[in-house]
Structures are given as structure tokens and as C-alpha cells.
């Protein structure tokens, strides 16, 4: 069985005259106005399916960090749009975008291809149907969700998520590499640059994540502890919760004050080999 054919463009029409849409939300917001409308358009042109799902906060978010505005403006310009039916109230609000006159705007394109224009998605149980002729299509959700909450987690100065996520996005890491940026969080977390002044030095997760510093070299604290001693294999010495070792002198638990009997803080049983 060969694989259904993606319904993407690289192109849309740019037209010169405009009815209520454009005016309004250039009175309403100014530039930003316009250029977000213009860059969802463009978003869902370049989605299988001419439409955008959002209802996970991992593509939301993303999806902020291309309209170059803050998140709550953004939100105002889009529900503006749904006003002018500029996209699809009813899809809205199941946190879906998509606008007939977009993809209607686009049926010379489809007469010139093999695949049918796509129609209006459906949403069911938080499961979106594209509504083509092929009923067997649907979204394939994005992994990056899940490798960039394990990212996030582990990383200790939580900043600029936004950023971060775009970062993230852009190397989208197999399994392998994940766990190489993890691994190296992990011990970067002990150096001497990242512990002092209550990790004031630590980078944005961002910068840190554009400047591939999972390859940087590990230099170890000034507390006397062997390479052994940071081994972050070896859960008997490594506390999850807070990033020190039980036995390390240099710094006490700030996770918790109060040790476990084992003689670390409640985060140790997180750590994952």
C-alpha cells in the first residue's frame, strides 16, 4: 500500500485587496496584527492538512515562539480572527485552527495535483480527522513533547521556555543523543560553575541547548571528590532531587534539609539510570 500524499504548499496567494480582515487588525494591534495573521497562514500552508492543532501545550507554546509577539497577544490577535471568521469558531475552540477562505484559495494548486484539496477537519476525543477522502489519514502528533519534558525536568535554571522549546525543536534528538544531553546535564549540574552563587552562571536552557554544550568537558568541583564520585550511574552517592551528592561535603541537600534513612533527599528514588 503506498503512502497517502501529504497536502502541504510552499506557496499561497498574496492578494493586494483586502475586506474587513486585514484593516481591523491592523487598527486593533498595529503590524503585529498583521504579520500574525500572515504567519499562521503561512504555519498552516505548511502542515499536512492545512490546519493546526494546539491542543497540546507543547505545540502551543511553540507556535508562540514563531509569532515573535507574547503569548497573551497572541491569543488576543487569534480570537480577534475567529471574530472577523477569519478561521473556524467551532474548531477554535477545540483548540484547532483552520480557514476555508485559506484553503479555498488554494483550488487552483489542487487541480494540478493527484490529491484532493484538504476539507474540513473533524475533532473526536481529542483525535483529529482531516476530512479528505482518505479516512484512514489522521495527525500524527509530535514526539517532541515527551523528550522535551525530560529535558526540562532535568535542566535546573527553568527560563525562557519558549526559547527553549524552539531550541529543542530544531535538534529534535533521537534516543541516543537525548540521552547524551541528559547524561551531561546530569554531571554539569555538580561543577563548580554551575553550584556557586546559587547557579547564577548556569545558562539558558536555550543558549545552552544552541551551543551544544552537552559536548563541553567536565571539569570537576573543588571539593576534593574523585571522577568516581560523579558517576551518575551510581545512585547510592547521586541525589535527583537536588543535584549533590550525599557525600559531598561542598554542598548540603537543598532539596530537602531532612535526609531519608538511605541518607539522601526524597528526589534520589527519581534518578534513572
Same mark, same amino acid.
Given at each position: 500500500m503506498s503512502r497517502p500524499k501529504k497536502r502541504t504548499v510552499d506557496y499561497f496567494p498574496h492578494y493586494v485587496n483586502h475586506k474587513k480582515t486585514i484593516p481591523l487588525?491592523?487598527?486593533?494591534?498595529?503590524?503585529?496584527?498583521?504579520? /500574525?495573521?500572515?504567519?499562521?497562514?503561512?504555519?498552516?500552508?505548511?502542515?499536512?492538512?492545512?490546519?493546526?492543532?494546539?491542543?497540546?501545550?507543547?505545540?502551543?507554546?511553540?507556535?508562540?515562539?514563531?509569532?515573535? /509577539?507574547?503569548?497573551?497577544?497572541?491569543?488576543?490577535?487569534?480570537?480577534?480572527?475567529?471574530?472577523?471568521?477569519?478561521?473556524?469558531?467551532?474548531?477554535?475552540?477545540?483548540?484547532?485552527?483552520?480557514s476555508d477562505n485559506f484553503t479555498d484559495g488554494l483550488s487552483n494548486v489542487y487541480k494540478k495535483r493527484s490529491v484532493s484539496a484538504p476539507e474540513r477537519p473533524v475533532s473526536v476525543s481529542k483525535t483529529i480527522v482531516p476530512g479528505t477522502r482518505n479516512p484512514q489519514s489522521k495527525v500524527k502528533y509530535s514526539k517532541v513533547e515527551e523528550t522535551f519534558v525530560q529535558f526540562w525536568k532535568t535542566y535546573p535554571k527553568k527560563k525562557s521556555k519558549v526559547a527553549a522549546i524552539k531550541a529543542f525543536s530544531k535538534i529534535n534528538p533521537d534516543k541516543t543523543l537525548l540521552k547524551k544531553i541528559i547524561k551531561a546535564l546530569m554531571a554539569q549540574k555538580n561543577t563548580d560553575d554551575w553550584i556557586k552563587d546559587r547557579g547564577r552562571y548556569i545558562p539558558l536552557p536555550a543558549s545552552w541547548l544552541n551551543g551544544e554544550m552537552w559536548n563541553d568537558e567536565i571539569s570537576t568541583p573543588s571539593g576534593g571528590n574523585s571522577d568516581a564520585d560523579f558517576s551518575i550511574t551510581k545512585k547510592e552517592n547521586y541525589c535527583g532531587q537536588c543535584s549533590f551528592f550525599k557525600n559531598s561535603n561542598k554542598e548540603e541537600c537543598q532539596g530537602k534539609k531532612e535526609t531519608s534513612l538511605a541518607g539522601h533527599c526524597p528526589g534520589f528514588d527519581q534518578v534513572k539510570t
Open positions: 487588525l491592523k487598527s486593533k494591534f498595529g503590524s503585529d496584527g498583521y504579520s /500574525v495573521f500572515f504567519q499562521t497562514l503561512e504555519i498552516l500552508g505548511k502542515n499536512d492538512g492545512h490546519f493546526y492543532d494546539f491542543s497540546d501545550e507543547i505545540d502551543w507554546l511553540f507556535f508562540v515562539s514563531e509569532m515573535g /509577539v507574547s503569548e497573551e497577544k497572541t491569543l488576543s490577535i487569534l480570537e480577534f480572527c475567529v471574530r472577523l471568521k477569519a478561521f473556524d469558531d467551532k474548531l477554535f475552540k477545540n483548540k484547532i485552527i483552520w
